[in-house]
């Protein structure tokens, strides 16, 4: 599975940005996409996920301000990002977990999102 994100910039505080990513490639019909950000110096974390299936889990930092959704046709995952924080500044990374047990997981390669206060 090959993962293809975009969409990362630069906004202040307050503002919006939403990302995206594409699974192309042996897709597993049962699968959760989902992102993590990485902020300099801290760990990477759970952002939001969201399986086949529909279901969702957010990170509670992120609760009410972020969306994510998901195009089962085109295996395209979305995180819609309101009211931007200086927090949430970080590499966002896309990730895929397909199969029966969802352990077969993959990464892409990040999308830089910058928040100015």
């Known amino acids: 599975v090959q993962l293809q994100a975009s969409g990362g910039g630069l906004v202040q505080a307050g503002g919006s940005l939403r990302l995206s990513c594409a699974a192309s490639?042996?897709?597993?019909?049962?699968?959760?996409m989902g992102w993590y950000r990485q902020a300099p110096g801290k760990q990477r974390e759970l952002v939001a996920t969201?399986?086949?299936?529909?279901?969702?889990r957010y990170a509670d930092s992120v609760k009410g301000r972020f969306t994510i959704s998901r195009d089962n046709a085109k295996n395209t995952v979305y995180l819609q990002m309101n009211s931007l924080k200086p927090e949430d500044a970080a590499v966002y990374y896309c990730?895929?977990?397909?199969?029966?047990?969802?352990?077969?997981?993959?990464w892409g390669p990040g999308t830089l999102v910058t928040v100015s206060s």
């Open positions: 990730n895929y977990r397909g199969g029966y047990y969802l352990d077969n997981e993959y």
């Open positions: 490639g042996s897709i597993f019909s049962r699968n959760a």
């Open positions: 969201i399986a086949s299936a529909g279901s969702t």
